[in-house]
């Protein structure tokens, strides 16, 4: 199996390869799976409240428990991130913008598995919906 070291230094030619393929695929895999184990942690943890009998107290689970509904809510989206991602990976077009076309780069991926454009695609994106929101 590739290492993170190998695929950076892989050449550009052998971009998305089967073996490329197949540690982006492992790797959304671990993270999907990591994901699912801190949605169930934080669903656990609001499940079970501790008895408060002090009110400082009570008021430190209220944080913690707006902290853990935050977390359930930003990972859950991720979730379907990291299925198109995979879907990305059967279909043959993972690693390449959706937009351009061209390939989103290796590191980009190792630190991003779910992007879908290429860094320059995604800075304009973000520029715009910044100018917009304003």
Same mark, same amino acid.
């Given at each position: 199996?590739?290492?993170?070291?190998?695929?950076?230094? *892989?050449?550009?030619?052998?971009?998305?390869?089967?073996?490329?393929?197949?540690?982006?695929?492992?790797?959304?895999?671990?993270?999907?799976?990591?994901?699912?184990?801190?949605?169930?942690?934080?669903?656990?943890?609001?499940?079970?409240?501790?008895?408060?009998?002090?009110?400082?107290?009570?008021?430190?689970?209220?944080?913690?428990?707006?902290?853990?509904?935050?977390?359930?809510?930003?990972?859950?989206?991720?979730?379907?991130?990291?299925?198109?991602?995979?879907?990305?990976?059967? *279909?043959?077009?993972?690693?390449?913008?959706?937009? !351009?076309?061209?390939?989103?780069?290796?590191?980009?991926?190792?630190?991003?598995? !779910?992007?879908?454009?290429?860094?320059?695609?995604? !800075?304009?994106?973000?520029?715009?919906?910044?100018?917009? *929101?304003?």
């Amino acid at each position: 199996m590739l290492t993170k070291e190998k695929i950076l230094k *892989a050449p550009k030619k052998n971009y998305m390869n089967k073996d490329q393929l197949v540690f982006f695929k492992s790797l959304l895999d671990d993270l999907k799976k990591e994901t699912l184990t801190h949605i169930r942690d934080a669903k656990d943890r609001l499940s079970n409240p501790p008895s408060c009998s002090d009110e400082v107290d009570r008021a430190q689970h209220e944080i913690d428990s707006m902290l853990f509904l935050r977390i359930v809510e930003r990972e859950s989206k991720l979730l379907p991130k990291i299925d198109k991602a995979i879907m990305r990976i059967k *279909a043959g077009d993972y690693g390449f913008c959706l937009e !351009t076309g061209e390939p989103i780069g290796l590191e980009r991926l190792i630190s991003r598995p !779910t992007a879908e454009y290429c860094a320059e695609v995604k !800075t304009i994106n973000e520029e715009k919906e910044k100018h917009f *929101a304003d």
